[in-house]
């Protein structure tokens, strides 16, 4: 009799993590729209922007590598470029469904 468990690797989403909690913080982040708190958002954002590329990019998925560049560099901290209104908050929007896209697309087989 032939046994059922495989020891074959598993499909590995290892953007899954990194892409739903920025999408989180994206979704919030309309609440916090100054301060410590908002500043707090644009690292998590940025650095959680790029583990996301990396992972897309180890997953020979370099298309959302691009994304996630862009959104590391506009959501970046250091020089901020102050956007603000409602064009931000779309773009966090926007930024947000490309996480949840990410997470759910980036695959890795291990083999």
């Known amino acids: 009799m032939e046994d059922m468990t495989s020891s074959a690797p598993q499909m590995q ?12 913080a994206l979704f919030l982040s309309p609440l916090f729209t100054q301060g410590l708190v908002a500043t707090i958002i644009l690292y998590v954002v940025a650095i959680l922007a790029v583990i996301v590329a990396w992972f897309a990019w180890q997953a020979g998925q370099w298309w959302w590598t691009i994304v996630f560049v862009a959104v590391a560099v506009i959501w970046n901290p250091v020089f901020p470029f102050g956007f603000s209104g409602v064009v931000w908050t779309v773009a966090q929007f926007v930024a947000a469904v490309a996480f949840l896209a990410a997470a759910a697309l980036i695959k890795n087989d291990p083999r």
Do not use: E
Not at 13 to 24: H, S, V
């Open 13 to 24: 989403r290892n953007a899954l993590a990194p892409g739903l909690l920025a999408a989180i």
